[in-house]
């Protein structure tokens, strides 16, 4: 099946916003096989609008929408669409009634604006949106097939996830489909990457093979075009076992999963508890850990020890040995996952300490200098990694080097 | 002057590329006066790309392309192009030469489906590509004006900035600008936020306002269309300055910065240090404050007390406290802020401790609860708030309301 999206919103025109929606919804419909043949942003204007969807049903039949549901006045796009269906606004005391609710439990008051949110043309169908105030539609008629989500990701991708997908599966029965697999991979380059997985393209084909590098390492997506689901799945299996095995250690989980994840569920499984003592990552390590929903059982806590006095009165660090090291040493780091475990008790602990910039170098520290020790139920080993680019990707790539080196410490890689 | 976008290519309909150039154009060419009025993003088929382009030039007079121009075989748009214009593709020997040069300073040979990249349209002004292979291409006639960019992000951007940007300035000279400004808003809902806004539209028009909703609040973005700069800044800047009036002690500032800059900053400049003890955050508060470079003058550091044993061990929570209120309370939120605070030697310091989910919810303490505590120098203030939605938006809001609770104090606000 095809479909064409509409992205409604004056914002996404102003070059202000990098709309990431569009990109979300073309992963989550090809997964089921229905593909997106165009795309069209239009503004908060209601001739663009009437003018994009009615030129998109005549070419394709079905087109998905995004925003313009909001309550705000420039929000338009559900007039245009009643009228183009010819199906007049009516109240839905069911949508009013759980938005009452959500206010209550908000414990706010509805205002006059809210009161068109539950507003829904004759005969749609209405799809609930648990996660915002403004419901999705599902309109079917004369004119096509429309489908109208909020603009807000998390409300859009929930809605997606949760009543449009399944609707569409129902519809597109028996067909082929599109289909990925992920395998993530970290602390290793992508041109090595490349190296060690050789002539892997021949290998897999007719699936394809994309590189994606990001913060968290790099994830090679592998897709199967238009196969049926049983073939795809099977070929899809075979690649991704092949992409493993060619990345070895560095190949950490599939799919979504995180490497915080992937390091709670060892940790767990052989009943060790770990503890973080963090100076340049400020509290990152701790907040990816407990990212992970139940990650209490393992993580027990943790101190940020930014200003060198924190070092020693949080984590027990001599004050001498920073005077003696400096704070970002290899000393100061073994010291700190040392103090942290032995405070909290944990079996391993990790002390993080590093220049995250864009100050505070020098040429024998520069900028992106990083300490990271691991403690291990009385061993400890450190080491010095340099990393690059902005704070904020040092900070990231400092929690990610770190969390491999404790997983591999876990599972007796180091 | 209006232009509307197409943008060329099957893998930006697949979803696995998040189109970063459209954002990019649309700031650039706003900010000489240029407006997007429609964006289109269709798959390398010459059908859909002819269509497309023209049904844009019939709107709009004027289209700017990217992507395309490769030498792959799925690369067809400088042939619809041409025949749209009627205009023969001619072999063009400068862009021969200048590929030739290209290839002999990277040490590769070229293959033969590079000549088709020296050829152009004929009568078509070509913007040559330092950057890359594919030259970018400028037509002009019956049809309207369409300029043609390669997709690839840095030679699009280079073609952009050094080629299409000064010809516009050109045809534009004397005429308007498109300029934004935004008013950043937090702990207010979007439409009580409008209702306090009231008649604002009225007010600052002809600018336009538009509601962004976001983890971190609503950020307001008024738009000046196509004013002289001078008009055009000046009604920003009242625009702006009534936003704040009427959004109160929920604006903290304008553009990109952020609610941690606004509360270090504020600190900073009355010399007073923060600490933090976090439950259900885990450290996300402490990284959200030094994502900030400069943070540690006054960020001292915390405790992340994730168990309960952490929270006596590390901030000085009396275990009988914990077990007779629970680890989310007023007291134990009230004792964390205290203790850290008394830790560590700070001025301020906050508690958070709630259940951010997705189990762990009871009938009293739903998911989504959370008690966050301000210290400050002596005495603590504390408050419940109630949160929705997924374990990762919960967190993020209990940081960032705290972080609005801070600031108040701070300033004087609360």
Redesign the interface.
Same mark, same amino acid.
């Given at each position: 099946m095809n479909i064409e999206l509409v992205t409604i919103?004056?914002?996404?025109? $102003?070059?202000?916003?990098?709309?990431?929606n #569009?990109?979300?919804?073309?992963?989550?419909l090809?997964v089921v096989g229905v593909?997106?043949?165009?795309?069209?942003?239009?503004?908060?204007d209601g001739g663009?609008i009437r003018d994009?969807v009615t030129?998109a049903l005549a070419r394709t039949g079905a087109v998905l929408t995004t925003g313009g549901l #909001? @309550? &705000?006045?420039?929000d338009i796009s559900k007039k245009v669409l009643a009228d183009l269906y010819d199906a007049p606004l009516e109240f839905d005391e069911t949508i009013w009634a759980s938005l009452l609710d959500r206010f209550r439990? $908000? %414990?706010?008051a509805?205002?006059?604006? %809210?009161r068109s949110q539950a507003e829904v043309p004759r005969g749609a169908t209405v799809l609930p949106n648990r996660?915002g105030?403004a419901p999705g539609l599902w309109l079917e008629g004369a004119p096509g097939l429309v489908i109208m989500l909020p603009g807000?990701p998390?409300e859009m991708r929930m809605l997606l996830e949760h009543e449009v997908v399944p609707r569409l599966l129902e519809r597109a029965a028996g067909a082929g489909v599109i289909r990925?697999r992920t395998v993530r991979t970290t602390a290793v380059p992508e041109s090595t990457l490349a190296e060690r997985l050789g002539d892997i393209d021949d290998r897999i084909a007719p699936l394809s093979l994309?590189y994606?590098p990001g913060l968290d390492g790099v994830d090679l997506?592998v897709?199967a075009w238009n196969l049926v689901p049983e073939d795809a799945d099977a070929r899809l299996a075979a690649a991704a076992a092949a992409l493993r095995e060619r990345a070895g250690a560095h190949a950490y989980a599939e799919g979504d999963t995180t490497l915080a994840e992937v390091v709670l569920a060892e940790a767990r499984r052989r009943q060790l508890t770990i503890a973080?003592a963090?100076s340049?990552?400020?509290? $990152?390590? #701790?907040?990816r $850990? &407990?990212?992970v @929903?139940?990650?209490?059982d393992v993580?027990?806590?943790?101190?940020? &020890?930014?200003?060198d006095?924190?070092?020693s009165?949080?984590a027990g660090v001599a004050p001498a040995l920073i005077a003696e090291h400096g704070a970002v040493s290899e000393p100061v780091a073994r010291a700190m996952a040392v103090g942290v475990a032995q405070?909290?008790?944990a079996d391993l602990a990790v002390g993080i300490t590093g220049i995250?910039? @864009?100050?505070g170098g020098s040429a024998e520290k520069p900028v992106g200098t990083v300490w990271l020790a691991v403690y291990d139920r009385g061993e400890t080993v450190a080491r010095r990694v340099q990393l690059f680019n902005t704070?904020?990707e040092i900070?990231a790539r400092a929690v990610q080097t770190t969390l491999f080196r404790l997983w591999q410490r876990i599972i007796g890689g180091a």
């Open positions: 919103g004056t914002e996404l025109l $102003l070059g202000f916003t990098v709309d990431t #569009g990109a979300e919804i073309a992963r989550a090809g593909r997106i043949v165009r795309r069209t942003s239009v503004p908060d663009a994009a030129a #909001g @309550p &705000t006045r420039d439990r $908000l %414990n706010r509805p205002v006059a604006s %809210n996660w105030t807000v998390v990925s994309a994606l997506r897709t973080a963090e340049c990552t400020g509290g $990152l390590f #701790g907040a $850990l &407990t990212d @929903p139940g990650s209490s993580f027990l806590g943790g101190v940020v &020890t930014y200003a006095a924190a070092k009165e949080l405070r909290l008790g995250a910039g @864009p100050s704070r904020a900070r």
